[in-house]
């Protein structure tokens, strides 16, 4: 292997992380494409969600599970999908049907349909008992914007219920929930978070865009977890953790630039 | 196979579809991720265009054609492709060569260059014999802009002379023809093509963003057909046709979302 | 082969080319997808830049490296890798370790770290013993904006020194550098290292974005030395060298667009 070692570079734990974990998004890659992604990827791939309901229409859908499943790699089915089946009463048959898969994980989110709260914490718990669960709190309409209060009450309750980690929602554009309609992240709601007491090594954050991946490994540092990563940014990400970006080249050279 | 089929989903006709075609643009894919993305997403793609002239730099456009074979699908060559045949005086041969290679579709636009409408029709007219004639409406200038009577005079004047589908200009960036620089539906020209009794279902609409995807499927219904689909948005297209993602889940929840 | 013949085009000298050289940068690719995109593009390639530090994080290093030999495209390192080795003082490591792969060229820059004009011109030197040295200008800071005066002064420095191109810095987004942080060209520099006497042939233009390759090659003409072009762009770029789309016609065309 010609990797150089000759740098100092930040540590980095090896999977299965505790945390800085990368949790990457399955928009409707090819077969091809997902075998070669997780061949070239996979020490730096912790997760794979299948993006909202684009299970349905993935015929080779079983054939990527089983790539998955030889790399040592979860998965879990996006939200909407949670969603639809639950606002359809067919929540037992999604169920049934994951358990068939050998699912381990289980997303619950209300980013499109409306749930009381304690409803959700209902759903967290019953879930809990067969999967661990990722709740995710955030609207998926840029329009529809929590208080940094909401938020913590939310991820509190949401924990308390049985949540294993939350998503912290950025839709797949990065323009929703943690982020404004422009990208730009919501830096008030992300600082309150942390003065409020959360703890960031139970939230998943959702970072799809290059900018907003700088951002929270700059103020969160290297070992932030991220989802909703594109496969083809994987290696780019692992470079912004690891310093070998002119963005983060703070962590590999932390005298010269601060 | 895996796909579950516990949703109640929007019907679906398969292929060969009268409409709700979903016609996807070649900008240059490898040939192993043309075989993939076809192998994989087959079921969804009706139509391939290989745009504008990039047929004349692809040296393995003959084992793309076998693969579209392969899969029954067929395919064209973008317009600009035409323009400049015709610009040159090389009409016949190009007609002589997408014969040689069993070509059933032909495009034939001026979003490039200046053509008459009474020899565009006579185009459309004589290529028809040949070929199913795509005619494409509206400039590739952003800054040209046809007001809607025109585009509605052109559309039946093209159909009038033969033409079997008119593609409605947007380029692959979504940024000219029907959409405004800034990627934004000419609401109004949509609009009064509709009232000035255009039959959509002989239309395609190039759509290559996702938020102009959503618009047209939000406005004129999951069959609408679209044009310019970037092969690694395929399968969410299909999931937005399906009421599968966020944005269009009215399709899937019809009672809970207007 | 069913690439067609018929058309005039401008002529393109075939590689190894003294100009109108197209250089890829490799930010991540899938060891198969790098595989397919040589095995499909080669003749279009003229070299490959393993971006940034992605190099370190690529454990298929070695087999990008082979399909490079096999198809006879040279390659070097991103620019930051260099920078951090350096101010690591671990140059003499990274040295050997390029001599080890049988490097050829090397990137010497400072886009991100600080370092004095004689000392960037003693690097440049000792490295050209070993390499051909493409040294870069240009901050990847959009906001260090430098005078059109001072980019003639250190592209002429860094050519005395030794280097075998300059690389104009654009970065991967194409928002720094030769650009404002809006992607739109710094016209005033292009124009006064025009006036100034630079030699373009020894320069290597970043040109990430379409609308900038469009904007060079419409301004330099169709052998314009580009580099950081995405693998997905390749095909594109050389359609519109040729005056094989809608943008840069006018070199097909030449007597009906200008």
């Known amino acids: 292997m010609a990797v150089p070692t000759f740098l100092n570079l930040p540590d980095r734990e090896s999977k299965p992380r ?10 409707g890659l090819t077969l091809g494409g997902f075998r070669d992604f997780l061949e070239s990827a996979h020490p730096y791939v912790d997760f794979v969600k299948f ?3 684009t299970a349905v229409v993935t015929p080779t859908l079983d054939e990527k599970i089983a790539i998955l499943r030889q790399h040592g790699i979860e ?25 068939d898969l050998g699912v381990s994980h289980f997303e619950v989110s209300d980013g499109t349909i409306q749930m009381k709260t304690v409803e959700k914490a209902r759903l967290i718990e019953r879930l809990s008992a067969d999967f661990l669960v990722l709740s995710e709190v955030g609207s ?13 009450r939310q991820i509190r309750a949401e924990l308390d219920a049985g949540a294993w980690r939350v998503i912290a929602e950025g839709r797949e ?7 404004r309609d422009t990208g730009d992240v919501r830096l008030g709601l992300i600082q ?10 139970k939230m998943f954050f959702e970072t799809p865009q290059k900018v907003q991946q700088v951002w929270f490994l700059s103020h969160l540092g290297p070992n932030v977890n991220m989802a909703n990563i594109a496969p083809r940014d994987v290696i780019g ?11 983060t080249v703070k962590f590999s050279l932390p005298k010269i630039r601060d």
């Open 173 to 179: 554009s990065g323009t929703a929930g943690i982020y």
């Open 140 to 152: 998926k309409d840029a329009a529809e914007v929590m208080s940094p209060s909401q938020w913590i």
């Open 192 to 201: 309150e978070l942390e003065e409020g007491g959360i703890d960031f090594d």
């Open 51 to 53: 993006g909202w309901g």
């Open 237 to 247: 990400l692992e470079t912004l953790r690891l310093g070998l970006r002119s963005d």
């Open 75 to 99: 998965f879990w089915f996006g939200g909407t999908l949670f969603e639809i089946a639950y606002a359809q009463g067919k929540l037992d048959e999604m169920v049934a049907w994951a358990k």
């Open 18 to 27: 505790p945390k800085g974990v990368t949790a990457v998004i399955d928009s």
